[in-house]
């Protein structure tokens, strides 16, 4: 059974930062694409950011490109996203998915995890 379980949400003010994790227990890691994406109350669910298999590629949207970076550790089946100079629009529910390939649709993810709420006080 496939479990991606996200860590490192929480409160912080705007302008701070917060790193999250998902662990993920998956048999092909190395060979998935994974992403962040988020959903704030009443809000559809929206891409944040993705990275190939390998790490080389990464994709983010325009609201977080420069400020969020994400990343992977194939060895310990780890996906982080660090998100700097937070902003409260940033506010969400961060959700960690697994694609066969890099997607930024929700309609092409296999996998999601719970979900860990980020929230942003001005």
């Known amino acids: 059974q496939v479990q991606l379980a996200e860590s490192g949400g929480g409160l912080v003010q705007a302008e701070g930062s917060l790193r999250l994790s998902c662990a993920a227990s998956l048999r092909t890691f190395s060979r998935t694409a994974m992403a962040w994406f988020r959903q704030a109350t009443g809000k559809e669910r929206e891409f944040v950011a993705a990275?190939?298999?390998?790490?080389?590629?990464?994709f983010y949207a325009d609201s977080v490109k420069g400020r969020f970076t994400i990343s992977r550790d194939n060895a310990k089946n780890q996906a982080y996203l660090q998100m700097n100079r937070l902003k409260p629009e940033d506010t969400a529910v961060y959700y960690c998915?697994?694609?066969?390939?890099?997607?930024?649709?929700?309609?092409?993810?296999?996998?999601w995890g719970k979900g860990t709420l980020v929230t942003v006080s001005s």
């Open positions: 998915a697994a694609s066969p390939i890099v997607t930024k649709s929700i309609d092409g993810v296999d996998y």
């Open positions: 990275i190939s298999w390998s790490g080389v590629s990464t």
